[in-house]
């Protein structure tokens, strides 16, 4: 798909002639206002060619605006301008542009210009991709989970929202490949990855921590919510099957508790609980606090003790 250029310039005549020229190899978005620049950048852009001299909110403006913005900070934005004094681009380059081209310009070098910006930005976005994502699976990378649930986990004591971790384990992974190979055995993680993906609301943030161990954060998701979303992913995965293969998890949960708690200390009894789990009957969810309380078959008749036991509280994830 072509690349999407935003022209920003309150002279007609230069727009058209921007948007004659570009409009051969790009899809062109083109406005007078920078206010509207500020809207339209919300939207999947590649590179925004700005005019400094404007109306309203001038280029200037409009630059600031779009770095402070995390949505639209990435977006590389170019000045073209009549403005030609060496302090009008080196504020231009301060304020985070990528290039700054002074009017009239040569309509050749600025295809150039910005067909290598535009090269740039995707070669960025490619590695900041490969840098925060696992590679088979397509989820969340460790080293993304690690610096994200620090400050996610920061926010919430700071703000006093719940919060919650999972530490999702294949149960006999190495069975599954002695039996089958390691090609399917990746099948099956990616399956896997791909229940816990479906089940996880946007704000939540899920990671493969190595091998067959994922981790999931729940935001604003006190511990028995987490109790039900982790069986929505336990029984999830239990009836998918992939590959017609019986493949279940064991899900160990921790939840935001003391100020002083951060990454490790959650991560560290989710996984005690994960561990309660795997040496009972595995395919169940163990809480922290619950480690006696198997809740395998149904969140609504969770069993402790071979006793069938009401579990008061739980509602749904919205
Ligand atoms: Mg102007």
Known sequence: MASTVLVVDDERSSILLLANMLKEYYRVIVTTAG???????????????????????????????????????????????????????????????VDYVIKPFRPTL?????????????????????????????????????ETASKKIAESIQQGFDLCLLVIDVDHFKRINDRHGHVCGDMILRAVASVIASCCRQEDLAARFGGEE???????????DGVVEAQQIRKTIELHKPHDIDVTVSIGISSRREVDDNFKTLFSRADSALYNAKNSQRNCVITELDDQLCYKQDVSTPTLHGDTVPLSGVKRLS
């Open 110 to 146: 600025v295809m150039r210009r910005i067909s290598n910006h535009i090269s740039l930005k995707q070669k960025c976005d490619k590695l900041e991709y490969l840098a925060t994502h696992d590679q088979l699976t397509g989820l969340h990378n460790r080293h993304h989970l690690l």
């Open 35 to 97: 206010e509207k620049a500020i809207k339209l950048a919300n939207d999947m852009l590649d590179i925004i060619l700005l005019d400094v001299e404007m109306p309203g909110m001038n280029g200037y403006e409009v630059c600031t605006a779009l770095k402070a913005n995390e949505k639209t900070r990435a977006i590389p934005v170019i000045f073209l301008t009549g403005k030609d004094s060496e302090v009008d681009e080196y504020y231009g380059f301060e304020l985070g542009a």
């Open 214 to 224: 994922f981790v999931v954060l729940l935001n604003h998701c006190g511990l028995e």
